[in-house]
């Protein structure tokens, strides 16, 4: 296993189109995690799974936005009618859920999201 | 919630020493802080993680003091590849609320 993968690393798409994004996290990792960050700022958390359960959702995640994983493994990460604002780099990572290093989260390379 | 504050940037040169402090003085009990390396159009990496006193590996130092409301990390002769954002992060592992990693501070390395 050679880490977080995700697909597709760049998307294009006109305002209004829906988009979906994939994660494929560490496979031992049952903790998976997807941020959105914009030129200039850290990654703002979106939300969380432990296992195939969404255990968090940030403020930031409006009704167009949607997560799942699963069977607990991949996850999918969908925008609905996407607007200008969306575009973005998608990152998602994961980890461990207990032991000392739970704390230690992997990162994809991201997807990078330009609305049109 | 504890949140943190960083030094926007800084700067220094190839060989010196780096310490980097971030404040949390509402930290938790039960909450550990952890350190991130962002370099551009990458996803951040891990660095570091502590409870208190000092932690080191190969690559950092973690210095916790003992009413922990603050912690500095302490990179040993830097480099250029060095230059990246580097993010504070403070939480217990169990939730959301150590997934908040603020806007970090961009250290940029000098020849």
């Known amino acids: 296993d050679t880490g977080v993968s995700q697909d597709p690393r760049h998307k294009i798409t006109k305002r209004g189109q829906n988009v979906t994004f994939r994660c494929d996290p560490i496979?031992?990792?049952?903790?998976l995690y997807w941020y959105r960050q914009t030129l200039g700022q850290g990654p703002e958390f979106l939300t969380y799974f432990q296992n195939e359960a969404q255990l968090e959702k940030s403020r930031l995640l409006s009704d167009r936005f949607s997560a799942e994983r699963p069977k607990g493994s991949f996850s999918t990460l969908e925008i609905q009618r996407t607007e200008q604002g969306d575009s973005a780099m998608y990152l998602c990572?994961?980890?461990?859920?207990?032991?000392?290093?739970?704390?230690?989260?992997?990162f994809g390379p991201g997807t990078r999201l330009t609305v049109t | 919630l504890a949140k943190t504050t960083q030094p926007i940037s800084m700067d220094s040169y190839e060989g010196q020493e780096v310490n980097i402090t971030c404040s949390h003085n509402n930290i938790a009990t039960n909450d550990y802080i952890t350190w991130y390396q962002q370099f551009p159009s990458q996803g951040p990496r891990f660095i570091i993680q502590?409870?208190?006193t000092k932690v080191t590996n190969e690559v950092a130092s973690l210095f916790i003091p003992a009413d922990r409301k603050s912690s500095t990390l302490s990179l040993p002769r830097v480099s250029l590849s060095d230059t990246a954002v580097y993010y504070c992060l403070v939480g217990d592992g169990g939730g959301a609320d150590g997934l908040t990693f603020g806007k970090g501070t961009h250290l940029i390395i000098q020849p």
């Open positions: 496979s031992e990792h049952n903790r």
């Open positions: 502590g409870y208190k």
């Open positions: 990572a994961s980890s461990r859920d207990r032991g000392p290093d739970r704390y230690e989260q992997y």
